[in-house]
Nanobody
Framework: QVQLVESGGGLVQAGGSLRLSCVAS????????MGWFRQAPGKEREFVAY????????LYADSVKGRFTISRGNGKNTVYLQMNSLKPEDTAVYHC?????????????????WGQGTQVTVSS
């Protein structure tokens, strides 16, 4: 079992930055690839970013590429999402997740453990 707790969300103006954190407890954090997803009201949960077990591979949704950066500190059991140049369309609840199944990195169904999420609101 892995417990995930996100923090760092808030209200920011367009063009601003936020840094989200996700702290893991329970089973060995470094055993899992990690992802960030987001869900806006009335929309399906969508992939944002992925990082491999070692952190050597990172992948992003086209909508955030060049603006967001995912990283992990295995010694701190934490995964981060640095979000720059935020846009109103980035407004959503952001969830981190631990990937414990084979399959594509962008499909939420391939992630076994989820955090409760943190709200990000970007005003225009």
């Amino acid at each position: 079992q892995v417990q995930l707790v996100e923090s760092g969300g808030g209200l920011v103006q367009a063009g601003g930055s936020l840094r989200l954190s996700c702290v893991a407890s329970g089973r060995t954090f470094s055993s899992y690839a990690m992802g960030w997803f987001r869900q806006a009201p009335g929309k399906e949960r969508e992939f944002v970013a992925y990082i491999s077990l070692s952190g050597g591979v990172t992948l992003y949704a086209d909508s955030v590429k060049g603006r967001f950066t995912i990283s992990r500190g295995n010694g701190k059991n934490t995964v981060y999402l640095q979000m720059n140049s935020l846009k109103p369309e980035d407004t959503a609840v952001y969830h981190c997740a631990a990937k414990d199944y084979s399959g594509s990195y962008y499909a939420p169904t391939n992630y076994k453990y989820w955090g409760q999420g943190t709200q990000v609101t970007v005003s225009s």
